[in-house]
């Protein structure tokens, strides 16, 4: 056995059925354990980038992580921005690069260390790809195999969940191995502090009870620890408003009453309402970063206690003004299992303040009235609601970077056990369409539903051939604003409409979306304004077959509502009346802070 | 005025006619600035890959180098492929990325320094691009700027040049400066080491005099340091036979006599048995990587002398088996000069080794007999001898990255101030389409013959849309093999054709480019065997539009000849039979040496 032969038996273990791979020549050797083994299989896309995307949705979704194998130099590097996306959302996704002959490797010599590169196509993958990986490790020699691909993928899975790359030269590719002979990997299991732990959920226990206007905010940490049946039954103790963030906007169905919304710079008023006027937080796997606090961290949730459980204490212990009083650095799984222990019969009824919050929910919905009577163009909130309508209980619904995935996140109704996401933390534009893909993929050739902007699809369109090669079922729905709309907005906010590489006026163009779908044998449709949105979804959503529907909304559509620079998080515009504002604030607002704070 | 536009400015002063962008959030403000100088232009690209690959090109063609700018996060991840092209190949281009608010920077605060992001897309880019570029830096405040442009400028030109990286937060981006006040970069220029270089100069006309089989190496230094016209004059002085490694391809034309061909793994037989029978070598801006050596270096003219000139002290101290006797680390200007003060009168003729190594060149031309009557599919190489013939003698030829490269490497004529270039050390797939867009924006739109594979034009095919609505004529070429045929003949070689991943059979499939080229609008034609070649290159190389132009070739079709692993140089293979290879060697040649030593 090789040991190429030996890292695809790996992979095959941990239940991983697919690799995504464009071959290259110093990845041949393990691209080649694929003709002896019949257990896993690989697909090959257009672009490396594509395939790491993939391999992110994948783990995202898939009964265990995926991984990529691609070749040295371009290979490698074409990865990093895919890399990244798994690394801000902490998903576990493993990257296997070919790379030069041992002897070719620049490091081999002492005479060539500031050589640029010896072998053909070196690069230094290992040192590029450390700052967004949580393990990084070129193979030296052959017996070492088990070790670090064991040791990687505890990595990957342990503690906040995260990519890992190992490089492997392809003289190692082919070396003979004897597997029983091979060192494993062993770890002491972390033990958890028990006894802090418990005292933490009674202070918790004891500030819900004391607490007058509670709330709970439902972050991502839930779906990366799969713990989103224990949310439900812990859930079922609290009649107090939830809120979710961007990131936790899948972890509850929408329909059930005490969900208010999703919080934030993007957030709805309503939840927005919620958190600012609460009197005590419990945040569940956020990271509760500036995007949910507002540039001003220290005006989040300004009169509440605030309980936070993240895995990663690193988050725990921001100092950027934001003060969390019970900071608990264990697992979700751990938490929510130590609290069911804790708390027998536990009820905690505010009444008065769910029907508060709920009556924000009603008064403040993110879809309005004269939304839905538009008449030029597609409303994007409308049409969010009507796609809603369309689903099933279990689709999934990935999104991409810009106005789009805004107006998604604030429109779309989350059910059951349907999925929504975007890659949030690194957002590049090209996320959504190949992640289709690789969800697809994982799930069988399910169909998904992908929401891209007319902007963002291009940086991946050559994965267009591997989804219909594939025959993947993907609707590719292009939010259509002719232009990057959500920069658009950040220059006429503060730019005095100063539009600059934004829109055709300025050198930003589209391909026909028509005559491309038709290139590649993709059924193309159009929605031009509401009227045709139900005729339009009813027969492309359903169908057996790749779809490509362009909805086109208003270029100078703004996302509704938007915290702008410097004010506190309960104050979005377009801004209240002063009088409406107050009646609605319980606890003090806080004046702007008049400095621009955050990026877009 | 505030930093943004003083940045424009420095580029402006610079020659800098046009950035390469796509906008977003962090770098909006660095963006404005276009709204306010009108000599300095950008055009918006699909992808920022491609972004940098334009830049580059632009770099290697233009009155000077040209730059990128990109937002933060992805923005910045996407330029490591293309920064990498301009790194390996020693380009000078420059790269300027908004970053977050330096107050929203993980590493702003003792707290977060650990944490995985702070401010929304933050990304650790110049950790990331360190290994790849010459100066990387994160500005710290704006006082610093004229001292680290002119820092990032002077290093990116200097030496052996390559990529240079700034990393520009968001409020630095729109703090005014007082230009007057700002700190400049001086540096004391290095002198060269004159009575040494006079010495070796003199050791090096006394190896010329002495030897009876001398070379001349061209590499890419020539071109790097616009030292074309020098070299010219400096050959002058030779009768002896000239060769050129790939990245000196187009610095010689290839109709003087004494030019016998390019050297190395997929050299011409002819260059190789002049450089291995040689018994003094002066190579001229070469790194001599094993590319050009063979994969054991010590079989390189292994009985000559040799001489090197190399700006990079680190390749000429290399020691990995190629001794080099006589190393001249100055740059081609000075060497060029003070040689000239030296040779007065000097003429260098060995007529009876040109004569022999003429009757090589004659004997084993690239292009045989047989590939131009071939009947079924396009013979490449005939198609590369036709294509010259169709070629004006100022146009640019870009190529891209597999057995459409080496193709034409092999066989096209280059001629008088022509170019032909690849990403050659980085080799990217997708690399040569949007190289010619940057070409032909360098040079006033100017037509650029893109040479590209089926396989690697997938990568950045978002760029169609670049090309067409800044209505460059480039004509794409694809050399269609339908799959990746270079990894297909090593499959064949090496893996008993076990065929992975390379061709429709396995996965890889390429969309109908006649369709694909219709819906971008761009004029399509097919070239299905030799008799059409003509034909169709009449119509569509000179006309004002850009080209599309599908040449298909046979999927198993070789690259011939090709060294095999572990053979000498000498001996190429289809291997000649021993008694006619025998009769060619001088010297005596050596055992095959029994061991996989190249990647590809």
């Given at each position: 056995m090789n040991l190429s032969d030996y890292v695809l038996e790996f992979l095959e273990k941990k239940n991983v059925k697919n690799v995504f791979t464009i071959t290259g020549g110093a990845i041949c050797f393990l691209m080649d354990a694929f003709s002896r083994n019949k257990n896993i299989t690989y697909t090959s896309v257009g672009h490396e980038q594509?395939?790491?995307?993939?391999?992110?949705?994948?783990?995202?979704?898939?009964?265990?992580?995926?991984?990529?194998?691609?070749?040295?130099?371009?290979?490698?590097?074409n990865l990093l921005t895919g890399i990244a996306c798994s690394w801000f959302d902490s998903i576990p996704s493993m990257h296997i690069c070919g790379q030069v002959n041992r002897h070719e490797l620049a490091s081999f010599n002492k005479s060539t260390k500031r050589v640029r590169q010896v072998g053909f196509q070196e690069t230094n993958i290992v040192s590029m790809a450390k700052p967004i990986t949580k393990f990084c490790y070129q193979l030296k020699n052959e017996n070492e195999i088990r070790y670090v691909l064991e040791k990687a993928f505890y990595i990957s899975q342990t503690g906040r969940p995260g990519p890992v790359l190992i490089d492997i030269p392809m003289d190692l590719q082919r070396k003979k191995i004897i597997p029983a002979k091979l060192k494993p990997f062993y770890v002491k299991k972390k033990s958890i502090k028990k006894q802090k732990l418990i005292k933490q959920i009674k202070d918790i226990i004891y500030n819900f009870k004391k607490a007058k206007r509670p709330v709970i905010i439902i972050g991502g940490g839930i779906r990366i620890s799969k713990t989103n049946k224990k949310l439900l039954s812990f859930l079922k103790k609290f009649n107090i408003p939830l809120v979710t963030t961007w990131s936790g906007i899948d972890s509850i169905t929408h329909d059930v009453k005490n969900y208010i919304g999703s919080i934030g710079v993007y957030g709805s008023r309503s939840a927005n309402f919620v958190i600012q006027n609460s009197d005590f937080v419990l945040s569940l796997g956020s990271r509760l970063d500036t995007r949910v606090t507002g540039g001003v961290p220290k005006n989040f949730a300004r009169e509440a206690k605030i309980a936070s459980v993240d895995i990663d204490k690193n988050e725990l212990n921001k100092n950027r003004g934001l003060k969390i009083n019970i900071k608990i650095n264990e697992s979700l799984i751990d938490f929510f299992s130590n609290f069911e222990k804790l708390s027998d019969n536990l009820v905690i009824n505010k009444l008065d303040w769910l029907k508060k919050s709920i009556s924000w929910k009603n008064k403040y919905p993110i879809v309005l009235n004269n939304y839905r009577s538009q008449k030029k163009y597609v409303n994007p909130y409308y049409f969010m609601e009507r796609l809603s309508n369309f689903l099933k209980k279990d689709d999934i619904v990935i999104t991409d970077d810009g106005a789009h995935l805004t107006w998604t996140i604030q429109a779309l109704k989350v059910l059951k056990n349907q999925r929504l996401f975007s890659a949030f933390g690194n957002s590049p534009m090209g996320y959504a369409f190949p992640a289709s893909i690789g969800a697809?993929?994982?799930?069988?050739?399910?169909?998904?539903?992908?929401?891209?902007?007319?902007?963002?699809?291009?940086?991946?369109?050559?994965?267009?051939?591997?989804?219909?090669?594939?025959?993947?079922?993907?609707?590719?729905?292009?939010?259509?604003?002719?232009?990057?709309?959500?920069?658009?907005?950040?220059?006429?906010?503060?730019?005095?409409?100063?539009?600059?590489?934004?829109?055709?006026?300025?050198?930003?163009?589209?391909?026909?979306?028509?005559?491309?779908?038709?290139?590649?044998?993709?059924?193309?449709?159009?929605v031009k304004n509401n009227s045709n949105i139900d005729k339009v979804l009813r027969n492309t959503i359903k169908s057996k077959n790749a779809e490509f529907i362009n909805v086109f909304v208003d270029p100078n559509q703004k996302i509704i509502p938007k915290l702008t620079f410097g004010s506190p998080l309960e104050d979005l515009s377009p801004q209240l009346s002063r009088q409406e504002f107050n009646e609605n604030m319980i606890i003090k607002s806080v004046n702007k802070v008049n400095k621009l704070t955050e990026s877009n």
């Open positions: 594509a395939a790491a995307m993939m391999a992110d949705s994948y783990s995202r979704l898939g009964p265990n992580f995926s991984a990529t194998m691609v070749t040295s130099g371009p290979g490698a590097t697809s993929i994982a799930l069988n050739k399910k169909r998904i539903i992908c929401i891209d902007g007319d902007g963002s699809i291009q940086i991946n369109i050559q994965e267009l051939q591997t989804m219909i090669s594939n025959q993947l079922p993907i609707k590719i729905i292009i939010i259509n604003n002719n232009g990057y709309g959500i920069i658009k907005q950040f220059q006429e906010l503060y730019l005095n409409k100063r539009y600059e590489a934004v829109d055709s006026q300025k050198g930003v163009t589209n391909p026909n979306f028509l005559k491309i779908a038709k290139a590649y044998g993709i059924k193309y449709s159009e």
